[in-house]
């Protein structure tokens, strides 16, 4: 965007050295609501090192936690609010929703969410028990904030593939177009850096008609590149005000420092975030998209793992599923499975010889049965060799990188069998990136489409700095924070658990003080996560914002 031009205006003295007339600045003259048309050069930078340890900061989770909204009510009511374009930019006009006219809806008896609705996250409660925490109900809203021809939308996809990308792209695209009327929508190729770095696409409803048959991004995506003063100086160069990012924990970490830094230069731009992870590792929300489809995919790798097992004597089939931290994929796989018979995940640590070893188990297995398949997270057992671990670095987005844990249990099985002097026929399959690659299945495809819905009809009602996710089967819009403090993890101390190990009937490798670590680690999670009264981050906000004379 050029900048604009500056004009001086000087009085006509006949003295030698005339004194100029003090002009407003352009900042002063616009109104408020306009400053986001300013150049860049206009709006006070920040030192250059600044950039640097903020994105640092966003990308290892170390930042400061910022200013929480928080509306306590009767009972034990807590809102946890999403910013709002009018928190900082107080004299925004609004306007009519266009969707009152659109014939398409007229059929719906109240379209309109209702400003006092919220989605309450612990839906189980006892008698006389507090309410808990609460997030505000995604929809549309009757008075939005940005005209139709005033919005320049854009896109961006970041981190590992998942099914439904290109279903979330196409939705927000048409939704944003079919519901609002936009037409100006930029995709931003190769993640974060494509901002300042890459080209950008120009995305209509016609261009991304049929992107949801295929998998990947039409976008491209990568790692890391996250530079905040260079990325938020494009949006405003390119007079962008509607930012939707697309990624999981790492990258709405990324969106959290850009909506804090459009904040202060205070711009009137809408940052919004669908969290994407395969491994369904992101807290709050019911699941992630594309899980389903990820899962059911999986399903092939272990049907063929188990015709191999079945067909030879001895018998081993090993799979190697996703799961760097959470072992989700490979629990619900196996128990939709019912051919496995021995699940491995990061969240259950398991050992090798021994009675209740792995090694014994599959010795009986194979006696009893000639044949076992087994399925491994990726991220299962590497405590067993810590030390290799420790020369492995990490990867652009700061994740540890991990060693193949299905090569390597493949090669210590082999090698134990070997010196009792016993044949198998052992099958490794890893279908890691077949599965990240595939298009999404049908119940993905709905679920994309509704989260895309959301995050759009949250950014024209003007929220900002928030993710929308379905808790509790209702969409919402969730504060960046609360979906990056911490993973969503597996818990082997609950009925999910003892369901898959009563289908594959193998030992918990657990001892008593395993289990009790695990019980005081779910309870630790539950108190952080799920909202209940004792949540120390929420009284300290509750305390922060009754001071402050939030009520």
Not at 227 to 239: E, G, H, L
């Amino acid at each position: 965007m050029a900048s604009p031009s500056r004009t001086t205006d000087a009085a006509t003295d006949p003295a030698p050295t005339p004194a100029p007339i003090a002009v407003p600045s352009l900042r002063a003259r616009l109104p408020h609501a306009h400053h986001h048309l300013l150049d860049r050069r206009d709006t006070p930078r920040r030192p250059a090192w600044w950039s640097e340890r903020a994105t640092r900061e966003a990308m290892d989770g170390t930042a400061a936690k910022p200013e929480t909204k928080l509306v306590a009510g009767e009972a034990g009511y807590v809102l946890e609010d999403v910013p709002h374009l009018s928190d900082y930019l107080p004299d925004l006009p609004t306007y009519s929703n266009p969707l009152q006219d659109n014939p398409a809806y007229s059929v719906v008896k109240q379209y309109f969410v209702n400003p006092d609705d919220t989605v309450c996250q612990k839906i189980v409660v006892h008698k006389g028990g507090a309410r808990g925490n609460h997030f505000r109900r995604a929809g549309p809203r009757q008075r939005v904030y940005f005209e139709s021809d005033e919005v320049h939308a854009c896109i961006v996809t970041c981190g590992g593939l998942c099914p439904g990308l290109n279903t979330v792209i196409r939705e927000i695209v048409c939704g944003l177009s079919d519901m609002y009327g936009v037409t100006k929508i930029l995709g931003i190729q190769g993640g974060y850096r494509g901002f300042y770095a890459c080209n950008t696409i120009n995305l209509t409803p016609k261009s991304v008609n049929d992107i949801h048959k295929r998998g990947g991004t039409i976008l491209g995506s990568s790692r890391g590149g996250h530079d905040t003063m260079k990325i938020v100086d494009s949006i405003q160069d390119r007079v962008i005000n509607q930012v939707y990012v697309i990624g999981g924990d790492g990258s709405q970490r990324g969106a959290r420092v850009i909506f804090e830094e459009v904040r202060r230069r205070g711009l009137k731009v809408a940052v919004a975030g669908i969290p994407k992870t395969i491994d369904n590792d992101i807290p709050v929300i019911d699941k992630s998209f594309g899980f389903d489809s990820a899962v059911e995919e999986a399903q092939r790798a272990i049907n063929a793992a188990h015709v191999e097992a079945e067909s030879a004597e001895n018998g081993i089939g090993l799979v190697k599923l996703m799961g760097r931290y959470s072992g989700f994929i490979a629990h619900y796989a196996t128990l939709a499975s019912r051919d496995v018979d021995c699940c491995l995940i990061p969240e259950s640590p398991f050992y090798l010889e021994g009675e209740g070893g792995l090694y014994r188990y599959i010795e009986k297995r194979l006696k009893d049965n000639g044949h076992m398949v087994i399925v491994v997270a990726e991220g299962a057992g590497q405590k067993l060799f810590a030390e290799t671990m420790k020369a492995m670095g990490q990867d652009a987005s700061g994740n540890a990188l991990l060693l193949d844990v299905g090569l390597w249990l493949s090669q210590k099985i082999n090698e134990h069998f070997k010196k009792t002097k016993t044949t198998i026929n052992l099958k490794y399959i890893d279908p890691t990136y077949m599965i990240r690659a595939i298009p999404s299945n049908a119940s993905d495809n709905v679920y994309c489409t509704l989260l895309a819905h959301s995050v759009v009809h949250g950014a024209m009602a003007g929220y900002t700095g928030f993710t929308v996710g379905q808790v509790n089967g209702r969409h919402c819009y969730i504060p960046f924070y609360r979906i990056t403090e911490k993973q969503n993890k597996v818990s082997i101390t609950d009925r999910m658990w003892a369901r898959l190990l009563s289908s594959t009937n193998q030992p918990s490798f657990l001892c008593k003080q395993d289990v009790e670590d695990a019980k005081v680690e779910d309870e630790r999670t539950a108190k952080l996560l799920d909202g209940s009264p004792s949540n120390p981050k929420v009284e300290d906000g509750l305390a922060s914002s009754n001071s402050n004379g939030v009520k």
